[in-house]
T-cell receptor
Framework: AQSVTQPDIHITVSEGASLELRCNYSYGATPYLFWYVQSPGQGLQLLLKYFSGDTLVQGIKGFEAEFKRSQSSFNLRKPSVHWSDAAEYFCAVGAMGSYIPTFGRGTSLIVHP | NAGVTQTPKFQVLKTGQSMTLQCAQD?????MSWYRQDPGMGLRLIHY???????DQGEVPNGYNVSRSTTEDFPLRLLSAAPSQTSVYFC??????????FGPGTRLTVT
């Protein structure tokens, strides 16, 4: 069975600083990996996804993530955080042929001015 | 496209009452699902459907029923509401490329 761990419950950064949110997964084969963002009072929106190929994937809003098979990780990064990036971020893992993705518990990003 | 829509946005129920949360999508997705979101618990899967007439249980199905008579609609029924069902409920549909599209959520309070 697949699983996802987001080790950080909260992350606080200053506006303009760089950001890295951690995601570790457990799955026997090559997974499908996703990052979603949830702004306060909203549903989840897909930021980016990895299926295969280039291990560095670009997403919306200036985010990117890197798949590292050796570390079973899919960390989300942004070079310069904006106050509007304050939100909850969820990592998810899926598998080919499986209808059920597994979500991490989320990381809450707080941005200080 | 409206994407995934949910109604109502907010609901307050008394213990023992029943209600149906509505979910509809206009993307012709076969897979749809219901999640509940509670503080510190992330998203937990309640029920899902892989097509009209086919549903299955997720991680936390007790107290909830679903049916899928059309591709577009996937309602979630609370049979006898309990305070433990106070939560935010999200409906989602999944494309053939595995990414999920979420509705805006229904915030339910059971008193």
């Amino acid at each position: 069975a697949q699983s996802v761990t987001q080790p950080d419950i909260h992350i606080t950064v200053s506006e303009g600083a760089s950001l890295e949110l951690r995601c570790n997964y457990s799955y026997g084969a090559t997974p499908y990996l996703f990052w979603y963002v949830q702004s306060p009072g909203q549903g989840l929106q897909l930021l980016l996804k990895y299926f295969s190929g280039d291990t560095l994937v670009q997403g919306i809003k200036g985010f990117e993530a890197e798949f590292k098979r050796s570390q079973s990780s899919f960390n989300l990064r942004k070079p310069s955080v904006h106050w509007s990036d304050a939100a909850e971020y969820f990592c998810a893992v899926g598998a080919m042929g499986s209808y059920i993705p597994t979500f991490g518990r989320g990381t809450s990003l707080i941005v200080h001015p | 496209n409206a994407g995934v829509t949910q109604t109502p946005k907010f609901q307050v129920l008394k213990t023992g009452q029943s209600m149906t949360l509505q979910c509809a999508q206009d993307m012709n997705h076969e897979y749809m699902s219901w999640y509940r979101q509670d503080p510190g618990m992330g998203l937990r899967l309640i029920h899902y459907s892989v097509g009209a007439g086919i549903t299955d249980q997720g991680e936390v199905p007790n107290g909830y029923n679903v049916s899928r008579s059309t591709t577009e609609d996937f309602p979630l029924r609370l049979l006898s509401a309990a305070p433990s069902q106070t939560s935010v409920y999200f409906c989602a549909s999944k494309s053939f490329t595995y990414e999920q599209y979420f509705g805006p959520g229904t915030r339910l309070t059971v008193t």
